[in-house]
């Protein structure tokens, strides 16, 4: 019963396979029970006061609450303690033994070292100055904590469960686990180093001069891990989760993975060096002196951005979401370039979503596509990669943020339409020295496909890649294609590659890779920009006011198109039998050559040509001269087959070869005009210049009631015409 045992005595006090019932308070100068049963109930208390050392062993067990104070050492072996405990010691040593259950709380201080190698049940609060876990375990469950004062080493050899708090001069978690589920944090401020050598579950948050982690840290995707490290991190093992990393160096050795598909890393050596050998998952931020990525490592941050949709008609998430109607195919989503529409199903299909971000500042997360059909997920948008280093940077392994794929209907379930693919994400670099080999890629998501003509999803658009460098020699490659679509889907538009050197104008590419005869969605210029070349392939290009210190490359399909005013001081290359120049609605000022190379043609419609240098055929190497159709010129012009319509063109020379069909055309010119032979200008023809000529085999004119007018200040010469 509730009953008040008291023992005192001045020497020492031996209890030997005895039932003491009730409460206890012993005082001695030393205590040893051996076997045995103290206390008859767990609610019973006891107060021990030894001066020298107890000993507690032999399967001895203490029901209820225990209170220890030992000068010098506290030892129990083989034991059982049912309850709270409440321990002052120099020295305390603990083997074999079960002290308290779920609800137990212990307190310890103990001067010198504890050495713990049984079961201890509930939670624990211990300042010592130097502890070892060396067996076992301690706490029972996820909701446990533990908090540690250790003046010098804490190691851990048994399982820890729930969280956990320490501050100690070292910490070595050698075998065993350090927590027992994702839900669970650790806080701990090592004045010196942190050696993780045992799996540690849930969230970290460590403070340490240096820290390795050679066992798997966390234990889910939502888990998030922060570590200030005055020297060095090495990670050697996988990391599980979110992380922000702080640290003079950061070593992530080869085969090691950090991080899952969405989630988030933030990592700053602004000192030193970071050297990534493994896989780093999810969105990446990093600022450092120099970096290293090297060959066969990754950073992978695809489908880390904007979700895709998920039930019937539901749109991509994100700025440009993917469209979806309800039993059609889902459309891609949209950045760098707009993502694609679906195809044609029961009549209907998703439009074009929309581009947008900056192409020079490209920080932005990936759109998610559109829904398909009875639910067919879109694919998830590509997340964000932001690397500064302030020295070098190396890429020589793979950089990506590549969109998700929309899901496909099936080829049996060809009532259900695909999904849109998401769009690709960005990608930016600032360094002093850029180098590497590797690959640096933002492509579009494919848009799902489907057995049923028309039910294809449309593909994601590409996303945006910048790099900004003081010097490079970079010979990797880059990618910001759009995801495919099928059959009648569109194909995403390209994303934007801009390459800057620093103090100089950047480079604008944009390249897309299309399979097939499918259409590509545009690529939006969004913003006045300065370039100091920008290259086309394959895919629809539309700018605003647009200044270009070099060349321009238009190749292997669509249109160039500007809408504004477009500077070019040297070049304007048009190459590929289906690739043309559109200015709709747009001026061309400046001193460009305009090198028109494979059959390509030319379309300025209802638009104004300031070309004040050449028109160059590069496949012959003929000098053409400036041209403009349906224009007016401030130097001279030289036309070929294509003009469609009425042409008014003024210059100081003009120079026609080929077929110009339209009803009326005005050509004035300062100095001369030239017709080639087998020319042909229909409708009714205006010429007016200095001096004309007319060659052999042309057609002036079509027949019927139409005004011919040629007047020629000096002479006119008409051959066989």
């Not at 211990?126 to 060396?134: D, L």
């Not at 050297?275 to 998952?281: E, L, P, Q, Y």
């Not at 910001?480 to 050197?501: H, L, N």
Request: hydrophobic share 35%.
């Amino acid at each position: 019963g509730n009953n008040n045992q008291e023992f005192t005595a001045t020497n020492g006090a031996t209890i030997t396979s005895t039932t003491v019932n009730g409460n206890t308070k012993i005082g001695a100068a030393d205590l040893t029970v051996t076997g045995g049963t103290i206390g008859d109930a767990s609610g019973r208390r006891h107060i021990w006061d030894l001066r020298n050392s107890t000993t507690v062993e032999s399967s001895a067990t203490v029901y209820g609450f225990m209170n220890i104070t030992a000068a010098r050492n506290i030892t129990v072996t083989g034991s059982s303690i049912t309850g709270n405990t409440n321990i002052t010691s120099g020295e305390l040593s603990v083997s074999s033994t079960t002290i308290g259950s779920s609800s137990s709380i212990h307190r310890w201080n103990v001067t010198n070292t504890t050495l713990f190698g049984g079961t201890l049940n509930g939670d624990t609060r211990i300042n010592t100055t130097n502890i070892t876990f060396s067996a076992g375990s301690v706490g029972t469950g996820s909701t446990d904590v533990h908090v540690w004062s250790v003046r010098n080493r804490t190691v851990t050899r048994g399982s820890v469960n729930g969280s956990t708090d320490i501050v100690a001069w070292n910490i070595e978690v050698q075998t065993g686990t350090m927590g027992s589920a994702s839900g669970n944090t650790h806080k701990w401020n090592i004045t010196n180093s942190t050696i993780i050598d045992a799996t540690t579950n849930g969230n970290t948050n460590i403070t340490a001069n240096e820290l390795r982690s050679n066992s798997a840290v966390g234990n889910g995707a939502s888990n998030w891990h922060f570590w200030v490290v005055t020297n060095n991190i090495t990670i050697a093992s996988t990391i599980n989760g979110n992380t922000n990393l702080t640290a003079k160096n950061i070593t992530h050795n080869s085969a090691v993975t950090v991080g899952a598909e969405d989630t988030d890393h933030v990592w700053s050596t602004t000192a030193g060096l970071t050297i990534i050998s493994g896989t780093v998952n999810g969105n990446f931020t990093l600022r450092t002196a120099t970096f290293n990525l090297s060959s066969g490592a990754l950073i992978n941050a695809t489908e880390s951005g904007s979700g895709g949709g998920l039930t019937e008609g539901t749109a991509g998430s994100g700025t440009c979401g993917g469209r979806s109607n309800i039993n059609n195919a889902g459309g891609g989503g949209g950045y760098g370039g707009e993502g694609g529409r679906s195809g044609v199903s029961d009549g209907n299909r998703a439009n074009a979503s929309c581009s947008f971000g900056s192409l020079t500042d490209t920080n932005a997360l990936g759109s998610g596509g559109g829904s398909g059909d009875s639910g067919t997920d879109g694919g998830d948008g590509g997340g964000l990669i932001f690397i500064n280093a302030s020295g070098t940077l190396n890429v020589s392994g793979v950089i990506e943020t590549n969109g998700g794929p929309g899901a496909d209907g099936g080829a049996a379930a060809t009532t259900i339409e695909g999904a849109g693919g998401g769009s690709a994400g960005s990608i930016w670099l600032i360094s002093s020295t850029f180098t590497g080999n590797g690959n640096i890629s933002a492509n579009g998501g494919d848009g799902g496909a489907d057995s049923d003509a028309g039910d294809d999803g449309g593909g994601g658009g590409g996303g945006r890649i910048a790099v900004q460098y003081t010097t490079a020699t970079f010979t990797g490659n880059y990618s910001a294609r759009g995801g495919s679509g099928r059959e009648d889907a569109y194909w995403g538009g390209a994303g934007t590659i801009y390459v800057k050197p620093s103090g100089a104008d950047g480079n604008l590419t944009v390249i897309n890779v299309v399979v097939g005869t499918n259409e590509t969605e545009n690529t939006l210029l969004l913003a006045t920009h300065t370039f100091a070349n920008v290259t086309v392939i394959n895919n629809d290009f539309v700018s605003q006011l647009l200044n270009v210190t070099d060349t321009v490359n238009v190749t292997e399909g669509d249109a160039f198109i500007a809408n504004a005013t477009m500077n070019v001081t040297r070049n304007i290359e048009i190459r590929g039998s289906s690739t043309y120049l559109d200015v709709r609605n747009g001026v061309i000022v400046g001193s460009a050559n305009i090198l028109i190379l494979s059959s390509a043609a030319l379309n300025t419609s209802l638009n104004v040509l300031n070309v004040t240098a050449n028109l160059i055929d590069a496949a012959s190497g003929t000098t053409l001269n400036p041209l403009s159709l349906n224009a007016s010129l401030t130097s001279f012009a030289r036309i070929f087959s294509g003009i469609s319509g009425t042409s008014d063109i003024r210059s100081s020379a003009v120079y026609a070869d080929g077929s110009f069909s339209g009803a009326n055309h005005a050509w004035n010119a300062t100095n001369d005009i030239g017709i080639r032979a087998s020319s042909t200008v229909s409708g009714t023809v205006v010429l007016a210049g200095s001096n004309m000529s007319i060659a052999s085999s042309s057609t002036i004119g079509t027949a019927g009631n139409n005004n011919q007018e040629f007047t020629a200040t000096n002479g006119a010469t008409i051959t066989s015409t």
